[in-house]
């Protein structure tokens, strides 16, 4: 996983609440990524805090690209294809997540205030803290580029 840090001069600059993050994805036949926020710093292991974004076209796991994972998930079939680049957009306002792909809303959730996470995922809520990208294993080859940020009040 890679994680961003934000500004060394400025810790606080990595806890963000409500954002607009943007990258461009592409990903190669059977690879499995995913876009984390609100999560927080893990030397090793998957992290444990906060919300995973999926990127997933054609690898074996059901859930796919644009559903946010084991919450509200895409199954089955990916809106885009393996081998091309497509928008990947996470709007994070409050309570209220929007994924899109390529400019088309895929998910649209709002955590309830009793949310209760999925079994093992007790980390799996909003609160703050920084982003992380994942590709999945070693066989899984995920592109990223032209990652974007912006801060939303």
């Not at 876009?35 to 999926?54: I, V």
């Not at 009793?114 to 982003?131: A, E, I």
Request: hydrophobic share 30%.
């Amino acid at each position: 996983h890679l994680f961003w840090i934000g500004d060394p001069e400025n810790p606080e600059d990595e806890q963000l609440t409500n954002f607009h993050w943007h990258a461009k994805v592409k990903t190669m036949p059977k690879a499995n990524g995913g876009l984390y926020f609100h999560t927080q710093y893990e030397e090793s292991g998957w992290p444990s805090a906060g919300y995973e974004c999926q990127v997933n076209q054609t690898h074996k796991d059901r859930k796919k690209t644009g559903g946010l994972y084991a919450v509200a998930d895409v199954l089955d079939t990916s809106p885009v294809k393996d081998g091309e680049w497509y928008d990947y957009d996470i709007i994070v306002d409050g309570k209220h997540i929007v994924i899109k792909i390529n400019g088309v809303v895929t998910t649209d959730w709002t955590e309830p205030d009793d949310w209760q996470p999925p079994k093992n995922m007790s980390g799996r809520k909003l609160s703050q803290g920084t982003f992380a990208i994942q590709a999945h294993d070693p066989e899984s080859i995920v592109h990223y580029k032209d990652i974007r940020m912006k801060r939303l009040p």
